[in-house]
């Protein structure tokens, strides 16, 4: 994997084109471009209700869309086959902003959970990898038998993306992966990410508010704006841009604070 | 390179050297797992041990833990097992797997004889609380009651009109029609077997008392408590998981007095209406059978009725109604509240608030039969 990431190879791992999503007569998201490259972290803000998630939940193919093609590892999810589908489907990890842990199993199961379905190996493999990525996210092995009603709402976040990662993932998504953490806590996570990313060779699409997130943690940054992608580039195009609403985003009173 | 995962053993004199190719990804795991078990077996006897892997072509988690694996079960007393050849693309992963402590994980669900055992002592002893409980609930709610009695603009009629709309209301067609259905299948048999001794009439007797006293309300009462029960404990129980309740509580408010009154007010309300419609579509299914196939015509049905049945049929049948409403509704709150964390939990309350429901129903209508007979009504 980390081969292919140094290696460049320029196919985008995401190519999202002309994608139209409408609820009733609510257009949310009119005719979106958007390529993720292979090996980055792409922060993806926008204001509230802008359509982030939707477009995040369009890609992982939960809501259908009016017009347009995703094409994720180069298969064209709309003509591709259920077997290719669930080709890509393994491939690909996501977390949910609510983490979405299956609220009657244990973290471990929750973790084991994919691996049951998808690949044969020994329980005996299983439960190490399970402790191998508690490890990985932070958490100690003896969290793995908590049900996750008795889990902090970071613990969640952390077992969630070790669920995310349990198949060893090319493509991870994180929805709002650090909101309800402590500054702390969610600069760890970024941490984190970065890490994983590094170590495993992911591709991350990570919808954020957090401003550290943005500064500390991604390659790019696209932003979301009336249906369309309005600017997408490295942190320092998104200062020079001279649009209002990411002049505001990023000159503001908070974006000074984190940038001093 | 990028071919199935290979580990040979290359022989250098008194050293141990293992070198591993291909591809260590999850999807050979099992291959790789049973290759590192053979390979474990080579442990001992050599004086330095080296896994090489600069000819592995792609390495994910699991193989890169499956080769820590290898080093851990390899490296004995002196002898430590070095990993050489590493791609600096995959020393950060063999790094972080390296830090992983593999305490063997017990599991805990076994089943054993003092499990099981205990599992029995705690259901007895669940039975009791359960029992406490409800009086607990009854006291609440009693209580609530009171407060509203004393304060009447604190009543939530807007929520009690609401749920009412829900038990009573929508559910007047299932109810008609089934205990309709239920007063046919009386009449029928009834007619069927008292042929035999000229004693046709007589279904008017049976009918009218058995729907009067009992199958009406009964019958009505378990329905209620399959359809409205479980409907009250999934909708608190959800409540309960969202920590809605505790929103409640930190404004304020009592939960017993803005969420279980009116749904207790409302299912108290509808119990005796939904008897009283049951019981009449009963006796209007079974007097149509009597009449198309029984021959008993409507007049006769009437006038037979009337001598048959007093009004203390019908009081007896109906002043079961709220009593048994406040059981199946103080049964659906508490295990609503009751409810953890998990969906599997919601699950398993819903399914003991309508077991329990109808199982206190029944009890419930014991007891009045043996307190009606003791009266002598």
Redesign the interface.
């Known amino acids: ?3 292919e990431v ?1 290696g460049g190879i320029q196919n985008p791992i995401i190519r999202v084109r002309d994608i139209t999503v409408q609820f009733g007569a609510t257009r949310v998201l009119d005719g979106l471009n958007l390529d993720v490259k292979r090996g980055e972290i792409l922060g993806f803000v926008g204001p509230s209700g802008a359509g982030k998630s939707v477009l995040t939940r369009t890609i992982i193919g939960l809501v259908p869309k009016v017009a347009g093609s995703i094409e994720v590892f180069g298969v064209d999810l709309d003509s591709s086959s259920t077997s290719q589908r669930r080709n890509v489907e393994r491939r690909w990890g996501v977390l949910f902003q609510q983490g979405a842990l ?3 199993l244990t973290v ?1 199961q929750n973790i084991q959970f994919p ?1 049951r379905e998808y ?4 329980q005996r ?1 299983m ?7 508690l ?2 996210v932070g958490l100690k ?1 003896e969290v ?2 908590r ?4 889990l902090s709402g970071g613990m969640i976040k952390r077992v969630a993306l070790a669920r995310a ?1 349990s ?2 993932p090319d493509l991870v998504f994180l929805d709002e992966p650090t909101s309800g953490l402590d500054p702390i806590g969610a600069g760890d996570f970024d941490e984190l990410v970065r ?1 994983l990313q ?4 992911l591709t991350v699409f990570m919808v954020t508010h957090d401003l550290d997130s943005l500064y500390t943690a991604c390659d790019r940054i696209a932003v979301l704006g009336n249906g369309k992608i309005i600017a997408a580039g490295s942190i320092a195009d998104m200062q020079a841009s001279q649009h209002p609403w990411l002049r505001q985003y990023f000159h503001g009173k908070r974006a000074r604070a984190v940038m001093s | 390179m990028n071919g199935d995962p290979k580990l040979e053993r290359i022989a250098k004199g008194n050293a141990l050297a293992l070198c591993a190719t291909g591809t260590w990804t999850a999807s050979f795991a099992p291959v790789l797992e049973r290759m590192v078990a053979d390979a474990e077996k080579l442990a001992g006897g050599s004086q330095s041990v080296f896994i090489d892997v600069s000819e592995v072509a792609k390495l994910d988690t699991f193989g890169a833990w499956l080769i820590e694996r290898l080093r851990r079960s390899l490296t004995q007393g002196a002898v430590e097992a070095q990993i050489a050849g590493l791609s600096t693309n995959y020393a950060s992963l063999v790094d972080e797997v390296r830090r992983v402590r593999a305490t063997p994980v017990v599991d805990s669900s076994t089943i054993t004889i003092t499990g099981m055992l205990e599992q029995i002592g705690r259901t007895v002893a669940g039975v009791g609380a359960t029992v406490a409980g409800l009086i607990d609930m009854l006291g609440a709610v009693l209580a609530a009651g009171f407060r509203v009695l004393i304060h009447p603009r604190s009543l939530r009629l807007t929520s009690t009109v609401h749920h009412l709309e829900q038990v009573c209301w929508r559910a007047v067609p299932i109810i008609v029609l089934i205990t309709f259905l239920i007063g046919c299948i009386i009449a029928q048999q009834g007619i069927f077997h008292f042929r035999r001794f000229g004693a046709d009439i007589f279904v008017v007797d049976m009918l009218g008392v058995l729907v009067l006293r009992e199958i009406g309300v009964l019958l009505v009462a378990i329905m209620v408590a399959g359809r409205s029960g479980s409907a009250y404990t999934a909708e608190l129980g959800s409540m309960k998981m969202r920590e809605e309740i505790d929103a409640l509580r930190t404004m304020g408010f009592d939960p017993i007095e803005v969420l279980v009154l009116p749904r207790m007010l409302a299912l108290v309300l509808a119990l005796p209406i939904l008897a009283f419609l049951g019981a009449m579509a009963a006796l209007y299914g079974g007097g149509l059978v009597a009449w198309l196939y029984g021959g008993v015509d409507p007049e006769a049905f009437l006038l037979r009725l009337r001598d048959a049945i007093s009004i203390d049929h019908f009081i007896v049948g109906i002043v079961k109604a709220p009593v048994m409403a406040a059981v199946i509704g103080i049964v659906a709150c508490v295990e609503g509240l009751a409810v953890q964390g998990s969906a599997e939990s919601l699950g398993q309350h819903t399914t003991a608030s309508v077991v329990k429901g109808i199982f206190f129903v029944i009890v419930m209508d014991g007891v009045f039969a043996i307190f009606f007979a003791s009266i002598g009504m």
């Open positions: 994997m980390a081969q140094q299956f609220s009657s471990r691996m690949l044969r190996v020994s493999l439960d190490e990898i399970t402790i191998a990525k490890t990985m092995p793995a038998d049900f996750p009603s008795e990662l198949l060893d890490t590094r170590t495993l060779g």
